[in-house]
C-alpha cells in the first residue's frame, strides 16, 4: 500500500522569507512524487515531480523540491514567498511498482499555506 | 499539458435529483479520471474512465451512483445520481498519458451544493 503525509495542516511564512511545506511518503517500490497546488474555486495545477535522477526538482513559480530517500522525503520549498503563493498544497504519491497503466495515485490531505505581507 | 474543460463549474441541486458533470480535453489522452473532494478534504479517486468499455470503480463507489461515459478519448462525463446533501463536494476530472511516471492535469472542478 502507498501512503503520503503532509504533517501540516498550516503554514504560516512572512513575505520574502523561505517556505517549506513538508512530505513524506510510503511506497513499496521506487515512488513518483507529485506537488500540486490549489487556488480558490479553481482546480489542481501541476507544480514538480520526481521520478529518477537528481534529487532536487524545479517546478513552476520558482518553487524546488528536495528527494530524500532515506527520510522518506518530498519537501517543497521556495526562496522568498511571495503573498500570491498563497494557496492549498497537495503532495501525491505513485508507487513505481504499479505499472504505468495503474494511476494509483494518492494525495496528502493538503497544506494550506497563507503569505503575509 | 492538456486543457481540460470541465462544465458545469458549478450548480445547486435538489436532492433526489441527477447532475452530469461533462470533461473535454484538447487532445486524446489516454487516460482520464473522476475525482471527488469533500469539503476541507483531500482528493478521493471515484473511477478509472474507459474508452468504449465500464468504468473501474475504487473501493466505496458503485456505477449506479456514478455512473461515467468515455466514448471518445477526449470526452468523459459523470453522473452525480439521486443525489443527497452528502454528495455537496468539488467533483473534478483528471486525465494523463500512458507514459511511465507523467504527471497527471486537472479540469477547474464542478463545485456541487444538494439542498
Known amino acids: 500500500a502507498q501512503s503520503v503525509a503532509q504533517p501540516e495542516d498550516q503554514v504560516n511564512v512572512a513575505e520574502g522569507n523561505p517556505l517549506t511545506v513538508k512530505c513524506t511518503y510510503s511506497?513499496?517500490?521506487?515512488?513518483?512524487l507529485f506537488w500540486y497546488v490549489q487556488y480558490p474555486n479553481r482546480g489542481l495545477q501541476f507544480l514538480l515531480k520526481?521520478?529518477?535522477?537528481?534529487?532536487l526538482v524545479k517546478g513552476s513559480y520558482g518553487f524546488e523540491a528536495e528527494f530524500n530517500k532515506s527520510q522518506t522525503s518530498f519537501h517543497l520549498k521556495k526562496p522568498s514567498a511571495l503573498v500570491s503563493d498563497s494557496a492549498l498544497y497537495f503532495c501525491a504519491v505513485r508507487d513505481s511498482l504499479s505499472g504505468a497503466g495503474s494511476y494509483q495515485l494518492t494525495f496528502g490531505k493538503g497544506t494550506k499555506l497563507s503569505v503575509i505581507p | 499539458s492538456a486543457v481540460i474543460s470541465q462544465k458545469p463549474s458549478r450548480d445547486i441541486c435538489q436532492r433526489g435529483t441527477s447532475l452530469t458533470i461533462q470533461c473535454q480535453v484538447d487532445s486524446q489522452v489516454t487516460m482520464m479520471f473522476w475525482y471527488r473532494q469533500q469539503p476541507g478534504q483531500s482528493l478521493t479517486l471515484i473511477a478509472t474512465a474507459n474508452q468504449g468499455s465500464e468504468a473501474t470503480y475504487e473501493s466505496g463507489f458503485v456505477i449506479d451512483k456514478f455512473p461515467i461515459s468515455r466514448p471518445n478519448l477526449t470526452f468523459s462525463t459523470l453522473t452525480v445520481s439521486n443525489m443527497s446533501p452528502e454528495d455537496s463536494s468539488i467533483y473534478l476530472c483528471?486525465?494523463?498519458?500512458?507514459?511511465?511516471?507523467?504527471?497527471?492535469?486537472f479540469g477547474q472542478g464542478t463545485r456541487l451544493t444538494v439542498v
Open positions: 520526481y521520478i529518477t535522477g537528481d534529487n
Open positions: 483528471s486525465v494523463r498519458t500512458g507514459a511511465e511516471g507523467a504527471e497527471a492535469f
Open positions: 511506497v513499496s517500490g521506487n515512488p513518483y
